[in-house]
């Protein structure tokens, strides 16, 4: 138990903690957090909270299922997490498809790159 407190505590946050963190802020619809761990461009928090604000109101009737399934190149300041997401999970026609969140390290944090996110994964990211 020590050496799992000291490896977090040491490591810091991990690629596929903040991009579960994100995705669960997604589904949530969570601006704030979802200001916290995005990157767009050069735009500073407010920019990107007022796009994320946007994209909530628009995507609200938007419902998804995920799952990580994995995650490369956590070692570097930039990682690939990918999930698969399910578009409309009370359908019976849903299925996962493949995605990727691209992460880079901001100020020693994770983030996620949101530009290089498709579309498809959620109508109405910002850009």
Not at 2 to 13: C, Q, S, Y
């Amino acid at each position: 138990m020590l050496l799992v407190v000291f490896l977090i505590f040491f490591n810091g946050e991990s690629a596929r903690s903040a991009a579960a963190e994100f995705m669960s802020a997604l589904s949530k619809g969570d601006v704030n957090t979802l200001t916290e761990l995005s990157t767009v461009h050069k735009k500073s928090p407010d920019e990107i909270r007022q796009e994320w604000r946007e994209a909530m109101t628009y995507g609200r009737s938007y419902l998804f299922y995920w799952e990580i399934t994995g995650v490369t190149n956590e070692k570097s300041d930039s990682a690939t997490v990918r999930i698969d997401l399910t578009a409309n999970p009370l359908s019976p026609a849903s299925y996962p498809e493949h995605k990727e969140l691209s992460m880079v390290k901001v100020d020693g944090k994770w983030k996620v790159d949101v530009p290089e996110i498709t579309r498809d994964m959620f109508p109405y990211m910002p850009q």
